[in-house]
């Protein structure tokens, strides 16, 4: 994501917060699971290829909650290792 124009208002404190790889593989899986392609073999195959990234690349993972609800946040890779 880029910043392209002046922010309109400023996040709440707390909104994101760091997660561990099995947190995250949940989160996405709930995701993942409501869209149209969102059949079982399809959402392991997508967090199998997402854990490999993430191995390679030692990945910090993310996730923000606006009303208790969990959502996907950005992943960081270091970029010397990929």
Do not use: K
């Amino acid at each position: 994501m880029v910043l392209r124009r002046d922010r309109d208002h400023t996040a709440a404190p707390g909104l994101a917060r760091e997660v561990d790889e099995p947190t995250i593989r949940a989160v996405e899986a709930q995701t993942i699971g409501e869209e149209p392609y969102g059949e079982p073999a399809i959402v392991e195959q997508l967090l199998a290829s997402r854990s490999a990234f993430g191995r390679a690349g030692n990945a910090r993972y993310f996730v923000a909650a606006s009303d208790y609800i969990e959502a996907v946040g950005p992943t960081y890779w270091n970029r010397e290792r990929i």
